[in-house]
């Protein structure tokens, strides 16, 4: 006799209802997420099939949701995870946030060339173009052209990243951390997650993460913030051009970071 409680997520292309399931005694047995667009769809089947992948990995299982459904139900794929212990995790970028990514990235690391890094974003920006506003369009292209040359004959670390990495989609206690919502991306730069984990706690929040960037003076560090930027825009806009707050403050951490480096420029 479970007690069900819904939440349908906002409006765009990626929208899915969530359902926590009770027991008569208030105690959470688990989370049902349902998509309710076709593209929505494909990203929680997206979710299921990589955690079914990586919770075959020892290191990482242990920061995984436990999987208890994943398949077609009346006519609709749904995922049903059984909740994660823990409060939610904190706002501060901390040791253990950093020994759970470095384990992510130790999965399948490859060192990607900068250029076709550049060449999926362009992909990206070329889907959205259409609906960002000129001033954001203008930024947008200097942004591409200056990462292009910043990154002209280098590689990134990159390798499986979260995707859409933030405090409230982590738990915390005495035992660790815990993460769910998995966007996953196979080869993306793996500083993205930490940079997602910034952008988000500050547009959001107003809070200072913490996260520092202490990538040891990597050259590739600059140009591939600068692509995190341009492709987070471009995702936004795509998921719900009507939540501003992130837009807003991309946007003018991207017109920063492009003074500086016309400054870096100047003779």
């Known amino acids: 006799r479970p007690l069900l409680s819904f ?18 005694d208030g105690v959470v047995l688990g989370y049902c997420k349902i998509p309710l667009t076709e593209i929505a769809r494909r990203r929680v089947q997206h979710e299921a099939e990589t955690l079914a992948r990586l919770r075959q990995i020892k290191s990482l299982s242990p920061y995984l949701p436990e999987v208890l459904f994943a398949g077609v139900w009346q006519d609709q794929f749904v995922l ?48 959205a173009d259409g609906r960002i506003s000129q001033s954001q369009r203008s930024l947008v292209e200097e942004a591409l052209h200056s990462a292009a040359r910043q990154l002209d004959g280098l590689t990134v670390p990159s390798g499986i990243c979260h995707g859409d990495f933030a405090p409230w989609n982590t738990r915390q206690d005495k035992t660790g951390l815990r993460v769910f919502d998995w966007e996953a991306s196979q080869e993306a730069p793996v500083w993205w997650d930490i940079f997602h984990f910034h952008s988000q706690v500050a547009s959001l929040l107003g809070k200072d993460s ?48 492009l003074q500086g480096c016309r400054k870096d420029l100047t003779p």
């Not at 939440?7 to 008569?24: D, F, P, S, W």
């Not at 341009?230 to 707050?245: K, T, W």
Request: aromatic share 8%; glycine share 12%.
């Open 7 to 24: 939440a349908i997520g906002e409006q765009g292309l990626y929208r899915k209802m969530a359902v926590q399931i009770m027991g008569t």
């Open 80 to 127: 049903v995870q059984a909740p994660a212990a823990g409060k939610r995790g904190r706002d501060r970028f901390s040791g253990l946030h950093r020994e759970f990514l470095e384990k992510l990235w130790s999965v399948n690391p490859v060192e990607k060339p900068g250029s076709l890094i550049v060449e999926d974003v362009q992909r990206k920006w070329l889907q």
């Open 210 to 257: 913490g996260c520092g960037f202490d990538f040891q003076g990597h050259p590739a560090s600059a140009g591939a913030y600068l692509l995190y930027l341009v492709a987070s825009i471009c995702d936004a806009v795509a998921e719900n051009p009507e939540a501003p707050r992130g837009l807003q403050y991309r946007g003018r951490i991207l017109r920063r970071r």
